[in-house]
């Protein structure tokens, strides 16, 4: 059974700076790929981007250069490191990895960004 965990959401101004973390429990964690989705009111989740057990990352337009995503395989954590936050970047944020032939995803944390 696989854990995700994600903190670090709140409200912040835009064009301000926001790290959310997600921390794996009962995972192989250095050998999954990890990513990061997104869900605002009313659409559909989407991703955001993702990071490869080697630590290579790939991002949706809408982020890329403002986004970006590591990882610390020694403390089985993931992190989104969001900086020029926009009012459309508000959204539940949600870390998921696949693993045991099925995705496992975390609760998801609110990011709330205001003008």
């Known amino acids: 059974q696989v854990q995700l965990v994600e903190s670090g959401g709140g409200l912040v101004q835009a064009g301000g700076s926001l790290r959310l973390s997600c921390v794996a429990s009962g995972s192989t964690f250095s050998m999954n790929v990890f990513g990061w989705y997104r869900q605002a009111p009313g659409k559909q989740r989407e991703l955001v981007g993702t990071i490869t057990s080697g630590g290579s990352t790939s991002y949706a337009d809408a982020v890329r250069g403002r986004f970006t995503i590591s990882r610390d395989n020694a403390k089985k954590m993931t992190f989104l490191q969001m900086n020029s936050l926009k009012l459309e970047d508000t959204a539940v944020y949600y870390c998921?990895?696949?693993?045991?032939?099925?995705?496992?995803w975390g609760q998801g944390t609110q990011v709330t960004v205001s003008s």
């Open positions: 998921n990895t696949f693993q045991y032939g099925r995705f496992y």
